[in-house]
């Protein structure tokens, strides 16, 4: 059974960091591309980052480029999202997607991911 555990998600004042994991059971990592998606209240779910499964391609949204960074380690079937210099615009409930298939792209489509996580909230506030 395909499932993903996020953690790593808090309370930070603005300009702190903050890593979010996403572990994977039930199924290998190193097949699947992975995606960070965000939701704040009221707002639409919005794509953050992606890894593709096989060149280590990865892509952000313009509103995290530079202070986000997506990794994977395929030993630990886990993900992770390094989060820097935080901003209370990032404040949402953080979920990782993937979905199955050998590609050296990504995408921030919600469409393309096949299996979600349950979430983690992140709140940035002083």
């Known amino acids: 059974q395909v499932q993903l555990v996020e953690s790593g998600g808090g309370l930070v004042q603005p300009g702190g960091s903050l890593r979010l994991s996403c572990a994977a059971s039930?199924?290998?990592?190193?097949?699947?591309?992975i995606g960070w998606f965000r939701q704040a209240p009221g707002r639409e779910r919005e794509g953050v980052s992606c890894i593709s499964s096989t060149s280590g391609w990865s892509y952000y949204a313009d509103s995290v480029k530079g202070r986000f960074t997506i990794s994977r380690d395929n030993a630990k079937n886990t993900v992770y999202l390094q989060m820097n210099v935080l901003k209370p615009e990032d404040t949402a409930n953080y979920y990782c997607?993937?979905?199955?298939?050998?590609?050296?792209?990504?995408?921030?489509?919600?469409?393309?991911?096949?299996?979600w996580g349950q979430g983690t909230q992140v709140t940035v506030s002083s």
């Open positions: 039930g199924f290998t990592l190193d097949t699947y591309v």
């Open positions: 997607a993937v979905t199955n298939g050998r590609r050296n792209y990504c995408s921030l489509s919600s469409a393309f991911y096949d299996y």
